[in-house]
């Protein structure tokens, strides 16, 4: 009996003897094969599982860095929104203050011109009131009143009159009979040149409400003896109004307030 493994035309006495004979021992080195691509298999089945549980873990830390990603971008958007607000108001802000700062320096150049423009003013209204005493004087002088350096204001009347006709005459030019200019020398001679005096001239001075207490017509009570002509007054109850006269100078003499003379009224300047 024919114990080969013959090959090419001798299958037949293969066959039976195959199944006559138990089977031939395994290969080791297909075994070894297997066992090769087992470990492959595996080792590519636990990669492949490595690879997808790295790639999920990467797909949520995406996901995550995204989400945080967004947040921060929303952030800064709402920080740059802030910053463009802030920026406008600052401008608005630079734009008052520098509105007001072109307002105070307007002002200013206002007041300054103002001032200039006052200061003018004055010194034209100081000419414009020494002009106007100026024509002042002239008017009281064309009218007959005049400015004495008491600052009163007098006008000498040269018609006669008795003193209560002389007092009302004073009293209806918002005057009174010359009285404050009487007790200031000065001012008496101005009031009185020597050719007014060469007739006798009322003034405000007399004792008609109680005999020898003499009032004048401002009011003021008493007479200075410097004012009396020598021996006057003399007349007693019969005399109580008081005419000046000049006699080497200005004296008074008590009269009867019947009788007629000159007179001169005195009142403020106004
Ligand atoms: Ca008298
Ligand atoms: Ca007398």
Known sequence: MEMGCYVNGQSENVYEISSTVSRPPAD?????????????????AISLGICVLVSVAAFILFMQLQNEMNGMKEKLDKFSEIDSSLAIKINDTQKTSS??????????????????????????????????????????????WFRASNNLIYKRFTYSVN?????????????????????????????????????????????ISHEGIWVWSDD????????????????????????????TKIVGNDVACSAVNRFVCEREFE
């Not at 009396?228 to 006269?245: L, Q």
Request: glycine share 8%.
């Open 163 to 207: 003193y209560a006709t002389a007092k009302a005459q004073c009293e209806r030019l918002g005057a009174r009979l010359v009285s404050t200019g009487m007790r200031n020398n000065q001012v008496k001679n101005e009031i009185f040149p020597k050719h007014y005096l060469t007739r006798g001239s009322w003034i405000g001075l007399d004792d």
């Open 220 to 247: 003021v009570n008493g007479s200075p003896s410097a004012i009396w002509a020598s021996g006057e007054p003399n007349g007693g109850s019969s005399e109580n109004c008081v005419i000046i006269f000049y006699n």
């Open 28 to 44: 080791p080195k297909q075994d070894n094969n297997k066992a090769t691509n087992k470990k492959t298999l595996i080792v590519l």
């Open 99 to 144: 509105s007001i700062k072109d307002e105070l320096k307007n002002m200013k150049n206002e007041v300054s011109q103002l001032d200039s423009k006052i200061l003018i003013g004055d010194t034209k209204l100081n000419a414009n009131l020494t002009e106007a005493n100026s024509r002042m004087n002239k008017m009281f002088s064309i009218s007959g």
